[in-house]
């Protein structure tokens, strides 16, 4: 902050934020201390064309600061709308004009717009391929699955993305990448255990209807294993 003069009477200031300022009197053999007044002031530019009448003023927002947010976000818009229009015809189409294949974050983020599912948020990992979505997707005890780390999961815990595998007793069964889970048909009930064909006590989760997607209970534990489409269905 500048300490500054304003009169030729002041001989000397002292102190920064308070303080005094020393005056001489009018015949010149005396000095009196004056106590000092700081006084803060917006200047014109600061208050904008409102002024004090701003409607932001309780804010703390003046007129000219108003409009200055109002431009930036109008930028914002407008180079965020370039920069699609920039992407869409640069880095989603090859030179020819078709279609580029989606990968990596993009393919993910179009995954979640185009996941069938209402319920359930996207999976926290993309499929294979955009053209090789799972057939099923198990999610354990629900949301659960979303909330807890998969590291020290119980036995059970057989949330994962499903494809169509071989046939059992007459239906096709479905597996996870690991080759860890599989869903298929234990006439009359659609079951999900570690093993396809075989009953594992503790670990086997029963559908009581004969659609495929639903919740399955396990017997052993009265836990629940949500099965649903991991495509549209052709």
Known sequence: MALVKTSSDIVFIKGQLGGVYFKRSPTGLHVQAMPRVVRYARSPLQQGGFGEHSPFICSGISGFSAMSWIWMMALTVFFSAAWAAYAIAFYFTT?????????????????????PEEQHPPFWKPPHAPGDLPDLIVLYKGLWSYEHAPIGMPNE?????????????GK??????????????????????????????GVTFFNDVPDIRGYYRNPWTKKYAHVYLGKPIQ
Do not use: L
């Open 157 to 169: 815990y057989c949330t994962d993305y499903y494809w169509e595998s071989r046939w059992v007793y």
């Open 95 to 115: 030179r020819d004009g078709e279609e580029k294949r989606i990968t990596g974050y993009n393919w993910f983020v179009s995954y979640a717009f185009m996941f």
């Open 172 to 201: 096709p069964s479905y597996v996870n990448d690991d080759k860890t889970w599989y869903i298929w048909w234990g006439d009359p009930y659609w079951t999900v255990s570690p093993e396809p064909g075989v009953v594992v006590p």
